[in-house]
Nanobody, 124 residues
């Protein structure tokens, strides 16, 4: 599985940004996808996740109501729509794929493949 994240950039507080994660290498009907982020000096944390086959996504409390994760099956792309952004959203964002556990894990160690990360900076 290869994952390519993109879409990061610099925005002001209150703005929106959409991240993309292009996935390739296998069929994706039975995997779980996640978005994580890592701010300087902090551990990598779960942001949002969903099963590629569908169903209800899971969100971290810090982004619930502001971020939306969804996918385009035809293009094999996972998205993270980020609205009402805050300075505390500043981080490197990673997409990841979990092939071993059929639940939306919030634990980075349970994800098998990672994209390269894309930097998001939110100024106040």
């Amino acid at each position: 599985v290869q994952l390519q994240a993109s879409g990061g950039g610099w925005v002001q507080a209150g703005d929106s940004l959409r991240l993309s994660c292009a996935a390739s290498g296998r069929t994706f009907t039975s995997i779980v996808m996640g978005w994580f982020r890592q701010a300087p000096g902090k551990e990598r944390e779960f942001v949002a996740g969903m099963k590629w086959s569908g169903g209800s996504p899971v969100y971290a409390d810090s982004v619930k109501g502001r971020f939306t994760v969804y996918r385009d099956n035809a293009k094999n792309i996972l998205y993270l729509q980020m609205n009402s952004m805050k300075p505390e959203d500043t981080a490197v964002y990673y997409c990841a794929a979990n092939l071993r556990f059929w639940h939306i894990s919030t634990t980075p160690a349970q994800y098998d493949y990672w994209g390269q990360g894309t930097l998001v900076t939110v100024s106040s």
